[in-house]
Structures are given as C-alpha cells and as structure tokens.
C-alpha cells in the first residue's frame, strides 16, 4: 500500500492545480472589468503573479503563459476587436 504519492505524479497534481487556479483569478479579474465600475483589488493581482510564479517554479511557464494569452484573446474577442 502507497501512503504518499510518488514525486512525479504529486508534481503533476500541483502543475494542475496550479494551472487551474491561474485560470480561474484571470477570468475572475476580466469579470470583474466587464460589469464593475471600480479597478478589481490589487490582491488579485498580487494572486495572479504569485500563481504564475508558483507555475514557473514547476516548469509550467508555457503553459501560464497560454492560459494568461487565451483570456486576454477571449476579452478582445468579446469587445469586438
């Protein structure tokens, strides 16, 4: 019986997370441009680089990267532009 998880299948679960959570604070932060009137706080910045640093401490830059390109692609889509 294994009771912890081998290192590289725990690296992958955080790399998941990780990647999911970066997702998740972008489009929270582009919401919150679209319907409110005031700036979003700046700990949700602070959270969305935190994130994207913890991504490239596991190697996953690339990936960060494509998540942080795809959300800014959706807003200029949905703006018409």
Do not use: N
Not at 12 to 24: P, Q, S, V
Not at 31 to 60: K, Q, R
């Amino acid at each position: 019986m294994e009771l912890a998880p081998r290192t590289g299948d725990r690296q992958a679960e955080l790399g998941h997370y990780f990647i999911a959570r970066l997702d998740r604070l972008a489009h929270l932060k582009k919401y919150w441009h679209a319907s409110m009137d005031e700036p979003p706080p700046e700990l949700l910045d602070y959270a969305i680089s935190s994130t994207y640093l913890d991504c490239m401490d596991l190697g996953l830059e690339g990936h960060a990267q494509h998540v942080l390109e795809s959300v800014r692609g959706e807003e200029k889509v949905s703006q018409g532009g």
